[in-house]
């Protein structure tokens, strides 16, 4: 291949970067023998596409891999560009399997805004903990660790406890809260 061709190529790449927008790409090869995007599908979830361009491209159908665990199978033909890539992978892995896109989010406590309390004995077998409290109004949803909830709702003056379990509302949005508590030493 001679200069010519090359910046060419590189030229063609480099303005198919640019209908992606720059900010979506995460690496270039400086050969551009591949190009990796990140993409953000409609759950919001990040997606890392590489798509290995070789010397055939645009003719042949360029190979993709991805972080997602089905098969993508990319519709080509001659016209296609690289945000046709994008915009297909985009499309499939919004799909996802089903069912399974709740669990495979890591979910914050809304009070620390961690997904694991501390390890720490202060919280007894809770310590090192996943959220176990979830809001119940649909809109909020909202998770939070039922020590950090039970720590917030003592903060309130209008909090009301009755035996172990302390009443309240919920810190986003108001909805009444009743947070059991007393595992603490
Ligand atoms: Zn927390
Ligand atoms: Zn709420």
Redesign the pocket.
């Known amino acids: 291949m001679n200069m010519a061709q090359s910046s060419s190529f590189s030229r063609a790449i480099y303005s198919e970067i640019e209908e992606i927008g720059w900010e979506h790409l995460a690496r270039l090869a400086e050969d551009l023998s591949f190009v990796t995007f990140r993409v953000v599908d409609k759950k919001e979830r990040v997606h890392v596409l590489e798509i290995l361009l070789d010397k055939s491209y645009p003719n042949c159908p360029p190979s993709v891999s991805a972080d997602v665990p089905y098969l993508f199978n990319l519709e080509w033909s001659t016209n296609s560009r690289l945000k046709d890539v994008v915009k297909q992978f985009r499309q499939y892995s919004s799909l996802g399997p089903p069912g399974i896109e709740k669990n495979d989010q890591p979910i914050e406590c809304g009070i620390c805004y961690s997904q694991f309390l501390p390890v720490d004995d202060e919280f007894g077998p809770k310590s090192g903990g996943r959220t176990d409290y979830t809001?119940e109004?649909s809109t909020?949803?909202?998770a939070f660790h039922s020590v950090c909830l039970g720590d917030w709702l003592r903060s309130i003056t209008t909090t009301r406890q009755s035996f172990d379990v302390l009443f309240g509302n919920?810190p986003?949005?108001?909805?009444p809260?009743a947070v059991k508590i007393g595992t603490r030493k």
Do not use: E, L, W
């Open positions: 809001c109004n909020c949803s909202k919920c986003y949005c108001s909805q809260v």
